[in-house]
Each structure stands twice: as structure tokens, then as C-alpha cells.
């Protein structure tokens, strides 16, 4: 009898424990880090908007300082978004064979955790364009490039912290 | 709590937070092609007649760029995808979890058991 009540208990037990754990797949949000890239974001339109007069009015001197401010202040963003650990369970579905396919061009701890690669190629973007306008002219196509190239990361970290907000 | 009960507090909680969620993840991906298909466009634009005319090297390293721009959104994407599960997951476990614990805590002189933090 006390053998088959713990047999129709066990079921209970493990609905008990099942229902117990609450998970986190993804890393949490952080106020600090959306914050930080929302100002990073605005001083880099600033920029761009400091740029349209290009490349008639658009000596570099003007605007290395503004260069500088916005590729320090991803440099920030990204520090604090690489410190952000990602969950254990987002971690081992990274390995399993389910996301084998989706986390192959990534470590583990990196596939669901992508706000720190948009940080860096965001502030990589910005880098190439400084580099490019201090050598010589800074061509209008050249520009409209460089700020799509900006926009795609940039944008992307944007959303996806926000996502992380639940 | 009848269990019917029960499966409609779960229902209701699940589309209360799922329901928009599904179109952001929409509205992101869109968004997202939009800038890679712009990306590209220009890419082809300065390899004809800009600074990557001449620049074999450059070019290669900004297709790259492309190509993990692409890998990225199939990653963001997943992750989108996960954190529903994840939200899912979750609003199911507290309302399973509140309707044991008024159970336990109606029947029992034990002590209510406290729901454990993510």
C-alpha cells in the first residue's frame, strides 16, 4: 500500500519540483547598458549631422573631437556589455543540437548574447570613418556608406536590450 | 481553484504576454533586412564607383561584414524566439506555483512555500 501511494506520488513530486523552477535563457537587462547606448547612439547622429556638409565644409579638425567622444563612449557601453554574464541554461543550449547550426560562428556564452559584437562593430564603423576622413576627402557616398554600416549595429543593440527588458 | 479554473488564469496570463510580442520579433526582422539590403546596395555602389574601387582587400573584409551581419540577425532572432519560451515558460510556473501554494496554504498548517526567484 505505502509502496503504491510513493508510486502515484512521484508524479506530484516532480510536477511540485517542475513547477518550482522558474528559468532565464537570455542575459538581463541592464538600465545602465541601454542607457549608455542610446547616448552613444545620438552623440554618433550628432556627428553625422555635423557631417552632411561634406566634402566641401568638412575639415577633420572640426570634428575630431566629436570622433572621439562617440568612440569612447561605445568603448564604455561595450566594456560593461562584455562583463554581463549570459545565463548556465542559455549557455548549454548554445551547445545542444538544437542551436548547433545558429551558434556555430560563436562561443557559447556569446550566440545569445549579442549586444556586445553590435557594440563593437558599431564603434568599428565609427573607427574606419575617422580613419577614412582623417587620410584625405571624405567622399558623400563614402559617408552614406560608412553610416549604413554604423545603423545596422547600432539599431540592432538598440532593440535587442530592449528585448531583454521582460 | 477548480483546475478548469486553473487552465484559464494560465491561458489568459500566457496571451497577456505573449500577445504584441510576436510582432515586435516581426517588425525587428524586417527592420534588420531592410539595413543589410541597404548595406548592400551601397557596398555594391562604392566597389563600382567609390572607395572600394580599386581595393580588393577592403572589399573582401566589408562582404565579411555583411556576411556576420546576416549570421547575427539569425541569432538575434533565436534569441527573440527564446525569450518568449522563456516568458512562456515563466508565466505558467508562477500561475501553476500561486495555485499550489493557496492550495497547500488552505489545507495545510504548514508554512506557504515562497515562489523561488529566476
Known sequence: MYLRALFHGIPGLFFWLFSACSIQIAPSFDQAIYDKILASHEQALV??????????DCAFS?????????IASYAVALTRAQARPTPVLGVRLAKSEALEKVCKTSTPEQCLNTVPEYLERARDSLVKLRDRHRSGVLAPGTLDYFIKRYLLPAQSALAIEGALKR | ME???????????????LSGDLNKIDAFFRARVENLCGLAVALGRERREGFL??????????????????????????????IEAEKAWNAVVSE????????????????VPIRPAP
Open chain 1, 62 to 70: 572640426t570634428h575630431a573631437a566629436r570622433y572621439d567622444a562617440v
Open chain 2, 53 to 82: 574601387k580599386d581595393d580588393d582587400a577592403a572589399f573582401e573584409e566589408e562582404l565579411e561584414y555583411l556576411r556576420k551581419g546576416a549570421h547575427l540577425l539569425a541569432r538575434d532572432v533565436t534569441t527573440m524566439v527564446l
Open chain 1, 47 to 56: 556627428l553625422f549631422s555635423g557631417l552632411s556638409g561634406c566634402p566641401s
Open chain 2, 96 to 111: 501553476i506555483w500561486d495555485a499550489l501554494n493557496s492550495i497547500i496554504g488552505a489545507a495545510s498548517p504548514l508554512p
Open chain 2, 3 to 17: 483546475p478548469s479554473d486553473l487552465a484559464s488564469n494560465i491561458l489568459g496570463k500566457l496571451k497577456a504576454e
